[in-house]
C-alpha cells in the first residue's frame, strides 16, 4: 500500500444532538453534531438514508438545498426545515 496523504487528521470534542420526529409527510431521524470545524454551521446526518450536509441558517434559505441534500421532495423538505430552524 502506498504512502497516504493526509489534507488533516484532527481529533475533536463535538457535541451531538439525536433527535426522531414524525412530521406529516414522514418520519425523521437525524443526528446533529456541533462543531468549531464548520464555522458556525451544524452537521445534519439522516440516519435513515446516510445523507449528510453541513448546514447553517442560510443554507436554509437556499431555495432546493434540502431537497438536494437529503433526496426530499417539497413536502418533506418543507416540514425538516421548519425543524432545523428550531436548532440551527
Known sequence: MS?????YDDVEE??????SFMAEATRFD???TTSNRFYGKKLVINI???RSAIIGKDDLE???YLEFAYNLNEQEAEELKSFLETVI
Open 62 to 64: 437556499e431555495e432546493g
Open 3 to 7: 504512502d497516504l496523504f493526509y489534507l
Open 48 to 50: 435513515q438514508n446516510g
Open 30 to 32: 437525524l443526528a446533529i
Open 14 to 19: 463535538t457535541k451531538t444532538r439525536f433527535v
